[in-house]
């Protein structure tokens, strides 16, 4: 079955130092990945995305992910945390299975960054 | 600016009415997606629409209803046969051959 897998329910990181929010993921084919940030009472707000080419992905405020294949990972990162990135981070995998029009993303259940002042 | 906008932000609703909430963008997209959150159960897919006048269901459909009637619109309707209606929606849309989604700032709906 195809499926996204956040291993943390949260991560807590002290302000200025690097965080990795980590996403593992499971599909057949060749994924297409995503990493999306959600403000409380707010909608998804994309941060980045890897189709193909460089495994290193660079995306707004900042962040970063990096595709390990062998591995089946696309971990976010950044190198110097801040306390206004805190916030609710999703990783999402397209669906490879069915017509082109029917695919979907699929979700992780999101991780809780805190970054503490 | 083009986007989602999802009104209203907040509903209450009693228990045994309907409910609708809207969803528009002027983005031009083809698809449009509506997803329920809630806490520690990420996003889960409601029913989601591929082009004007065809719509499928998701995971957990009972108890919603949609329409597809114009290609900016895809409200969800919330029955009285939902039986735990309270929660946030969300709203979503894409290309067809999208690559990522736009969202909606939600809608929380509360039954009271």
């Known amino acids: 079955a195809q499926s996204v897998a956040q291993p943390e329910d949260q991560v807590n990181v002290a302000e200025g130092n690097p965080l990795t929010v980590k996403c593992t993921y499971s599909?057949?084919?060749?994924?297409?990945l995503f990493w999306y940030v959600q403000y409380p009472n707010r909608g998804l707000q994309f941060l980045l995305k890897y189709i193909t080419g460089d495994n290193l992905v660079k995306g707004s405020y900042g962040f970063e992910a990096e595709f390990n294949k062998s591995q089946t990972s696309f971990h976010l990162k950044k190198p110097s945390a801040l306390v206004s990135d805190s916030a609710l981070y999703f990783c999402a995998v397209r669906d490879t299975i069915g017509a082109g029009n029917n695919r979907k993303l699929i979700w992780g259940l999101g991780t809780s960054l805190a970054v503490n002042p | 600016d083009g986007g989602i906008t999802q009104s209203p932000k907040y509903l209450f609703r009693k228990e045994g009415q309907n409910v609708t909430l809207s969803c528009e963008q002027n983005?031009?997209?083809?698809?449009m997606y509506w997803y329920r959150q809630d806490p520690g159960q990420g996003l889960r897919l409601i029913y989601y629409?591929?082009?004007?006048?065809?719509?499928q269901k998701g995971d957990i459909a009972e108890g919603y209803s949609v329409s597809r009637e114009k290609k900016e619109s895809f409200p969800l309707t919330v029955t009285s046969a939902q039986k735990n209606p309270t929660a946030f929606y969300l709203c979503?849309?894409?290309?067809?051959?999208?690559?990522?989604?736009?969202f909606g700032s939600g809608t929380r709906l509360t039954v009271v």
């Open positions: 629409s591929q082009i004007v006048n065809d719509f």
């Open positions: 983005l031009n997209h083809d698809a």
């Open positions: 979503a849309s894409t290309y067809t051959q999208g690559l990522g989604y736009t």
């Open positions: 599909v057949s084919g060749n994924p297409y």
